[in-house]
T-cell receptor
C-alpha cells in the first residue's frame, strides 16, 4: 500500500508569513498533484509535477518534486487569508488512474 | 471547461433507507469516474472506480452490495447507499477522468449525507 504523509497537519499563521507544507512517501509515484479544498466543496487541482527535481510556480505558490519522485513540497510566500483551506497532495499510481491522497494540511491564515 | 456536478449537494435520510447520489460531467465525456468518501477533517479515501458499461472496481474494505455504483453513460455515474446507517454519514465526492486522458481527474463539489 502506497502511503503519503503530509506535515504539518495543521498550520495557523498571520497574513504575510511564509510557510512550507511537505508530502513524503516511501514509494515512487509517476507524478504528484497538489489540491486545495475549501469546507463543503470538492478539491481543486493546483498543479501536477511529473519530473524528479521539477519546480513549478503558481503566483505565490512554489511546488517542488523530489529528485527520487517520492516527496514534494509546497511553499507559499506572503500568505493571505484567501489561502486558507485544506491542502492535499496526491500521488498518481503508475499504470493506473487512481490517486492516493495524503491526509492533508489544514492552513488558517489570519488577517 | 471540465465541470463536474453532484446531486444532491446534501441529503438527510432515515436509517434503513437508500440514497442515490448522481455525478455528472457537464462538458466532457468520462469513461472513468471515481467515488471518494471524506470524514470531517480527514482526507479523501477512494471507495471505487466506476467504468462506463462495466462493473465498478471497489477498494478493499468497501462493501459493493452496500454502495451500488452504476455508470450507464459517459457523463453520469450514480452511487446508491443502500440500507443507510448513521455510520454512513459522510461527505461523498466524485471525480471524472476525461475520456482519452490519463491521470487527470476533475472533482465534483461533494454530497453531504446525514443518516439519522
Amino acid at each position: 500500500t502506497q502511503l503519503l504523509e503530509q506535515s504539518p497537519q495543521f498550520l495557523s499563521i498571520q497574513e504575510g508569513e511564509n510557510l512550507t507544507v511537505y508530502c513524503n512517501s516511501s514509494s515512487v509515484f509517476s507524478s504528484l498533484q497538489w489540491y486545495r479544498q475549501e469546507p463543503g466543496e470538492g478539491p481543486v487541482l493546483l498543479v501536477t509535477v511529473v519530473t524528479g527535481g521539477e519546480v513549478k510556480k503558481l503566483k505565490r505558490l512554489t511546488f517542488q518534486f523530489g529528485d527520487a519522485r517520492k516527496d514534494s513540497s509546497l511553499h507559499i510566500t506572503a500568505a493571505q487569508p484567501g489561502d486558507t483551506g485544506l491542502y492535499l497532495c496526491a500521488g498518481v499510481n503508475s499504470g493506473y488512474s487512481t490517486l492516493t491522497f495524503g491526509k492533508g494540511t489544514m492552513l488558517l491564515v489570519s488577517p | 471547461g471540465a465541470v463536474v456536478s453532484q446531486h444532491p449537494s446534501w441529503v438527510i435520510c432515515k436509517s434503513g433507507t437508500s440514497v442515490k447520489i448522481e455525478c455528472r460531467s457537464l462538458d466532457f465525456q468520462a469513461t472513468t469516474m471515481f467515488w471518494y468518501r471524506q470524514f470531517p477533517k480527514q482526507s479523501l479515501m477512494l471507495m471505487a472506480t466506476s467504468n462506463e458499461g462495466s462493473k465498478a472496481t471497489y477498494e478493499q474494505g468497501v462493501e459493493k452490495d452496500k454502495f451500488l455504483i452504476n455508470h450507464a453513460s459517459l457523463t453520469l455515474s450514480t452511487l446508491t447507499v443502500t440500507s443507510a446507517h448513521p455510520e454512513d454519514s459522510s461527505f461523498y465526492i466524485c471525480s471524472a477522468e476525461p475520456s482519452g486522458s490519463s491521470y487527470e481527474q476533475y472533482f465534483g463539489p461533494g454530497t453531504r449525507l446525514t443518516v439519522t
